[in-house]
């Protein structure tokens, strides 16, 4: 089975409904037919149902960037997966580096968050990376490692079938530093290993791995040939229409 590239734009926290109107309206515009690659928004929650309806009849599906592992209650700032779905999502990102590292989200708390998330029918977005001190240190595929297993605990095979996998480094989200191709192509295939040893080699070579980590116009090309990188989680330059659109649109033959 041939793996569809998977091109996610996170906003975080950026956009009024002005500009995520415009903005969501001239990637829809500039994307029309696109068939290639999946592409997904993951604006504020906000404007999730804006940019729903204008996604409404394009390719591009709708992702939240965070959501609550409870099905309802009193949690006071908080979404559920059902509530996502009642907005249009089909997507959504769980153990974002940022929840964990200033929200203090733990793997068992992201454990749940996917179980609820996949319970919805939502196809989670699961990210892992390790800081700079970390990879400096040599302990990189350890960090990730124990991030993918307990993320993955208790989550089926069949469960897994819709995990998307997103490789973050830590040390390279809005920093401008990039892991270099090989760098990356290294983690993602320690990665799909680990994959094949929890659960089996079919659903690791099924599986797609994103690269994640000031991901830019001009580096998505060659992070894309490698063979083990299946897309991208995008930030800052998912935040322009052209920067977007370019590095969906990459020009490494599929």
């Not at 990637?27 to 940019?51: D, S, Y």
């Not at 009849?57 to 609550?68: E, K, V, Y």
């Not at 509530?83 to 989200?105: A, M, N, P, T």
């Not at 001009?218 to 052209?242: H, K």
Request: aromatic share 6%.
């Amino acid at each position: 089975m041939m793996r569809k590239p998977i091109i996610a734009g996170n906003w975080k926290m950026n956009k009024g409904m002005k500009e995520a109107e415009e903005l969501a309206s001239g990637i829809v515009e500039g994307l029309q037919g696109e068939e290639e690659r999946e592409v997904v928004l993951c604006p504020p929650f906000t404007a999730l149902q804006r940019i729903g309806e204008i996604c409404l009849d394009s390719p591009i599906l709708l992702g939240a960037q965070n959501l609550f592992y409870e099905a309802k209650g009193a949690y006071t700032g908080e979404i559920s997966a059902s509530q996502l779905v009642d907005l249009g999502c089909r997507y959504v990102i769980v153990g974002h580096s940022e929840r964990r590292q200033y929200f203090g989200e733990t793997d068992q708390v992201i454990n749940k968050k996917l179980r609820a998330a996949i319970s919805a029918g939502l196809f989670p977005i699961l990210c892992v990376g390790e800081k700079e001190e970390e990879r400096e240190a040599g302990k990189e595929k350890e960090i990730v490692g124990h991030q993918l297993r307990e993320g993955l605990r208790g989550i089926s095979e069949e469960e897994a079938k819709d995990i998307v996998i997103a490789y973050e480094p830590v040390w390279a989200i809005g920093t401008g530093k990039t892991a270099l191709p090989s760098d990356a192509q290294g983690m993602h295939l320690f990665i799909r290993e680990l994959l094949r040893e929890i659960y089996n080699s079919r659903l690791a070579q099924d599986t797609r791995i994103q690269y994640g980590g000031s991901v830019k116009p001009d580096n998505i090309d060659e992070l894309m040939a490698e063979p083990d990188i299946d897309g991208a989680l995008v930030g800052g330059a998912s935040l322009e229409v052209d920067s977007f659109i370019r590095i969906v649109k990459l020009r490494t033959p599929l």
